[in-house]
């Protein structure tokens, strides 16, 4: 039979190691917000650190963006994000940060079913920038996104380089030149209202925006992956899309994995991307008793 010694010995053991498992526990909260762009109330998440409540930091920042037909709901549900993110800064692998999931349903992330774009820039950045406490600054933001969110990460970071400081593309339906026959982005009234129109997808994706983005002669890090047995054969456009990047001398990192288009892969990946784009933005700072 153990002695008291013993037993309060592994009590304390116990506590110590529970205390160690509670520390990092970040928060998810759901928000609104009334877009004078979108003419309605648009929802959104927010993955809030540890201490955040409590404390006097203001931290980077990254908007995550889902796929297709999804909500605000999908990285934290089906992508496990606040349990990876939590054990990321437990283990010291990313900083403490502030995460925005928004809601866009089907839209691309671009201005024609909906103004999307335009209520990102307009309603949504100085949303987050009022209400809490992140970093204002290029150094302190990045994007990312898996499927559609990929995509729409990719024309943010080339249209306005100097709002991100990376940006994690996760299986990324950046098809060149054309979405394949299964793809939604032909069937979701976005690419031409009654019928897919070629000449929509080609003016939105990223070719497009490549001469505009080099000339800025901006430096953006972009992590670049999918899975090798993906659906759509993204592994190959990601490919592709690497070494136009990398012969454009920008750095970034390519990685395939094992799986297909669905979070099978993009779990995958998640952790290995935010562990990248975080390693370009500051650390949480104090706020200056001026801006608290």
């Known amino acids: ?24 526990a970040g928060t998810v909260i759901s928000q609104k917000v009334q877009s004078a762009t979108l003419n309605r109330e648009w929802v959104y998440n927010v993955y809030l650190p540890d201490g955040y409540e409590t404390g006097k930091l203001r931290y980077p920042m990254m908007y995550l963006l889902h796929g297709n037909g999804a909500d605000q709901n ?5 992508g496990n994000m606040q349990q990876t993110v939590d054990q990321l800064i437990k283990d010291g692998q990313m900083p403490p940060a502030v995460i925005v999931m928004p809601s866009a349903t089907t839209t691309w992330y671009v201005d024609r079913k909906e103004m999307m774009e335009t209520a990102f820039l307009k309603d949504l950045f100085p949303e987050i920038e009022a209400k809490f406490r992140v970093m204002k600054e290029r150094t302190g933001r990045v994007i990312g996104g898996e ?7 990719l024309r943010f970071v080339l249209k306005y380089p100097e709002m991100f400081a990376a940006a994690a593309l996760i299986s990324p339906a950046i098809y060149n030149p054309e979405p394949p026959e299964t793809s939604s982005a032909r069937r979701v009234g976005v690419f031409g209202s009654d019928k897919f129109d070629p000449d929509i997808w080609k003016s939105l994706n990223y070719p497009a925006l490549l001469d505009g983005f080099f000339a800025k002669n901006t430096t953006v890090p972009l992590y670049v992956g999918s899975g090798d047995d993906d659906d759509f054969m993204i592994e190959g456009q990601a490919a592709t899309f690497y070494e136009l990047w ?14 297909p288009h669905s979070f099978e892969a993009f779990n995958a990946q998640f952790p290995e991307a935010v562990r990248y784009i975080f390693r370009y933005v500051r650390r949480p700072e104090a706020v200056s008793p001026q801006v608290q």
């Open 74 to 78: 999908e990285w934290v549900v089906s």
């Open 1 to 24: 039979m153990p002695t008291m010694r013993a037993v309060s010995g592994l009590v304390a053991a116990l506590a110590a190691l529970t205390a160690g498992w509670t520390a990092y």
């Open 147 to 153: 499927s559609m969110g990929g995509y729409g990460s």
């Open 246 to 259: 990398r012969q454009k001398k920008q750095p970034g990192e390519l990685r395939i994995y094992n799986g």
